[in-house]
């Protein structure tokens, strides 16, 4: 079974750049996950879709950030303009469905962005 | 706020030497409990999941959980130098994102 696609895998930009990164989940999970991991903390996340509804964006600076799921499958990621504190690793992840045991996230490769 | 809170370590161990990883969480309605292997430049790895109090095991690694405590831990006997990598705890209530704690860092000696 294939695993969560992203890309691309690196992305440098200047501040005030705009950047879109994509996502390909595993085959048949309905809920995506978007999360940030700046270095030397945890992922935290930004966006929730479940199928093609956002869930949870509570935590996306709605002000550059935007994501959308189209067809509840693929997903992209949008910063514009980026500012320096954006660099990180962009993760993105998937699950099954929203029940109990069957929630288990797994994550893609990440998109390392640094922004100069 | 929901926190997850570990200890940053480094953690250092000898090779065939039992690592012991903790893990406490502020949000008493957590349902799933996991834990996470990313080495360096990597993606965070699922490891283990729990979801009931007691332990369980796979291969080398136990996972405990202790609900009343709020805590959760990873065991991982007869370590290895591959074992070397920053061990993510994470949290959630089922269907919603993992809350992270910012990862133990393990280092295995040979």
């Known amino acids: 079974e294939a695993g969560v696609a992203q890309s691309p895998r690196y992305k440098i930009i200047e501040k005030r750049q705009s950047v879109a990164f994509w996502c390909n989940p595993i085959s048949g999970h309905a809920t995506l996950y978007w999360y940030q991991q700046i270095l030397g903390q945890g992922p935290k996340l930004l966006i929730q879709?479940?199928?093609?509804?956002?869930?949870?964006d509570s935590q996306l600076p709605k002000d550059r950030f935007s994501a959308e799921r189209l067809k509840g499958v693929d997903s992209t990621l949008k910063i514009q303009p980026a500012k320096l504190e954006d660099s990180a690793v962009y993760l993105c992840?998937?699950?099954?469905?929203?029940?109990?045991?069957?929630?288990?996230?797994?994550f893609g490769p990440g998109t390392r962005l640094t922004v100069l | 706020q929901k926190e997850v809170e570990q200890n940053s370590g480094p953690l250092s161990v000898p090779e065939g030497a039992i690592a012991s990883l903790n893990c406490t969480y502020s949000?008493?309605?957590?349902?799933?409990f996991f834990w996470y292997r990313q080495y360096s430049g990597k993606s965070p790895e699922l490891i283990m999941s729990?979801?009931?109090?007691g332990d369980k095991e796979d291969g080398r690694f136990t996972a405990q959980l202790n609900k009343a405590s709020q805590y959760v831990s990873l065991l991982i006997r007869d370590s290895q130098p591959s074992d070397s990598a920053t061990y993510l705890c994470?949290?959630?209530?089922?269907?919603?994102?993992?809350?992270f704690g910012k990862g133990t860092t393990l280092s295995v000696s040979s």
């Open positions: 994470a949290v959630n209530q089922a269907g919603t994102a993992l809350i």
């Open positions: 879709f479940q199928n093609n509804g956002v869930v949870d």
């Open positions: 949000d008493r309605g957590s349902q799933s």
């Open positions: 992840a998937s699950s099954l469905d929203p029940s109990p045991r069957t929630d288990t996230q797994y």
């Open positions: 729990i979801y009931s109090n």
